[in-house]
């Protein structure tokens, strides 16, 4: 048996790089893709450190892509060899939660992220995708991999955060963290038509990208009360939209705090500790607040896929600025380390096959 390398969580708190099988002879509606570039996520740490519960052996990663290595005989309009883009979530099209409409909820609440937590991830030289005919989204040529990478996580989600905010056309909004998912949901909300963005952010290269991905006004919650300066800049109304961006109870409560009654609060972030979210009550309007809170897991899909691509092959969007570091796949241990604590200015790595 042909085997390759990947790189693997040993249970909580535990990574390792290990030798397995290659993934061969997909079902018929499957594919096996040559891993080109992928990338580390937070939530790859988040998994590592328990988030999602224990896991031995699995394959971390779900931001790559790749050329199609190997097809099942049903998936008809890709062929070996093209390159293609595969999003972080694989619904399978076919489920009741699927057919719904929740396609990021597929077969079971967050099950359309089947990469790194119900089946081996992107950190291998080869991965296996599900329901290619609905996943695989070739690239076009003028782009490149390194910014069709993007496509996976960072852009879809950080998109559907603004998506979600319903932002109206020229309405105001806040991004609480302008980590890589909030640097594009400030660059969302912008392509949406926001009328003034404020970002919530106090790392300086975070800062100074959050300007150059649209933000109007960067505030510094540890010079000022990010709160009461968003009050203020919005002449005491709060904003229509929040986008909550980090997953912590102290983002998420500024964001409720932040919004105006009738507004809404868009959420992103991957909760990764504790057993409760709080929500203050008086801010909410003692439930009474017409304050909508929504959540929502990275949309996925071929269809999802072409639209991103398509906005950075017409140069609506550039992603790469997001791209801090560059390492080959033998030290995505240091990616993932650097990723953990965010030292050295780490924004996203890019990993090379
Ligand atoms: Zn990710
Ligand atoms: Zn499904």
């Not at 905010?165 to 926001?194: C, E, K, S």
């Amino acid at each position: 048996m042909k085997t390759m390398k990947a790189f693997v969580m040993k249970g909580i708190g535990k990574v390792a790089f290990m030798e397995k099988p290659r993934p061969q002879s997909p079902g018929p509606n499957d594919a096996v893709i040559k891993t080109t570039r992928a990338m580390v996520c937070t939530s790859d740490v988040h998994t590592m450190k328990g988030g999602v519960g224990d896991r031995q052996d699995l394959t971390f990663g779900h931001e790559a892509v790749g050329v199609v290595y190997e097809l099942g005989s049903e998936v008809k309009s890709v062929k070996i060899g093209d390159r293609v883009a595969i999003s972080a979530i694989t619904p399978c099209y076919k489920c009741e939660n699927c057919l719904r409409g929740y396609t990021s909820q597929c077969t079971q609440m967050l099950g359309g992220w089947k990469f790194a937590n119900i089946k081996d991830g992107t950190f291998a030289e080869y991965f296996h995708v599900n329901d290619a005919e609905a996943n695989l989204a070739p690239i076009p040529q003028n782009v490149p991999d390194e910014a069709a990478v993007y496509t996976c996580d960072m852009m879809s989600t950080g998109f559907m955060g603004a998506e979600r905010a319903d932002i109206p056309l020229g309405g105001t909004v806040a991004v609480f963290a302008q980590g890589p998912v909030g640097l594009m949901a400030t660059a969302g909300a912008r392509l949406l038509g926001a009328g003034m963005i404020i970002a919530v952010e106090s790392v300086p290269n975070r800062k100074e990208l959050a300007l150059h991905f649209g933000a109007d006004k960067v505030i510094d919650f540890t010079q000022v009360d990010a709160v009461e300066e968003i009050v203020r800049l919005t002449n005491g109304q709060g904003v229509d939209a929040a986008i909550e961006c980090l997953g912590s109870q102290v983002t998420f409560e500024a964001c409720i705090k932040a919004t105006r009654p009738g507004g809404t609060i868009s959420v992103t972030g991957y909760f990764g500790d504790g057993q409760y979210v709080n929500i203050p009550r008086v801010a909410w309007g003692v439930g009474l607040g017409d304050k909508t809170i929504r959540t929502g897991l990275c949309p996925g899909g071929k269809v999802r896929m072409q639209q991103l691509l398509r906005l950075i092959e017409n140069g609506r969007i550039d992603p790469s600025p997001l791209t801090t570091h560059t390492f080959p796949f033998a030290e995505v241990d240091k990616a993932f380390k650097l990723m953990e604590t965010k030292a050295d200015g780490m924004i996203k790595p890019i990993i090379m096959f």
